[in-house]
């Protein structure tokens, strides 16, 4: 759950105040979760903007809809107000945001994907390159896409063979196949 500091209600509370609305509260969620490009959220939300789902949590100073989705992206996550010379900023750090914690028994594609975001393409950035996850089949081929770097690059069947699909099978052996559907004819961005 997101902890959040008592200095950090305090200044979401006068926030909220100021908005003059009965029952306004935060509401906080993760816009594409589990990606690179994943960022935490809080946004104002007011009486009935909150989703059914949400999971409602009541602060000393505030109260909290946290979308249902985002929960496992959130977890750990902690709100802090931090003073600085322009007088403070609330900071937000959610660890799991962009790679969330998996555990041994999640679903396959879950657990392929974390692998992915947390192993290989921190490597694979080096060269300005990702891999994603396109489709896990009902027979248990990854499908994957090269990006970057590493769409076009003339070293990715060597990538695939010899480091992706390396590490996949010695961590999934379940996984029968693993599949690269990049187009690598285009060449714009590629790493030589």
């Known amino acids: ?3 959040i500091s008592t200095k950090a209600q305090i200044y979401l509370a006068e926030l909220l ?4 609305v009965s029952g306004i509260a935060i509401r906080a969620f993760v816009s594409q979760p589990g990606t690179p490009q994943a960022e935490t959220c809080i946004v104002y939300c007011k009486p009935g903007e909150e989703e059914l789902t949400d999971k409602v949590v009541q602060y000393e100073h505030i109260k909290a809809f946290i979308d249902q989705e985002s929960l496992p992206f959130l977890e750990d996550a902690t709100i802090e107000y ?3 010379d322009f007088g403070g900023q609330l900071t937000i750090k959610a660890p799991h945001a962009k790679t969330p914690k998996i555990s041994n028994d999640g679903p396959l594609n879950e657990r392929i994907n974390y692998i992915l975001q947390t192993e290989i393409n921190p490597a694979l950035a080096a ?6 996850l396109v489709e896990l089949t009902d027979d248990n081929i990854a499908v994957l896409q090269f990006g970057g770097g ?3 690059c003339g070293m990715a069947d060597v990538t695939l063979k010899q480091g992706v699909e390396k590490t996949l099978f010695e961590r999934f052996p379940e996984l029968t196949e693993v599949r690269d559907v990049t187009d690598h004819n285009n060449r714009t961005n590629a790493y030589y």
Do not use: A, F, R, S
């Open 1 to 3: 759950m997101i902890e």
């Open 17 to 20: 105040e100021k908005q003059g």
């Open 82 to 84: 931090v003073l600085d």
């Open 127 to 132: 060269h300005g390159g990702m891999i994603t």
């Open 150 to 152: 590493c769409q076009g």
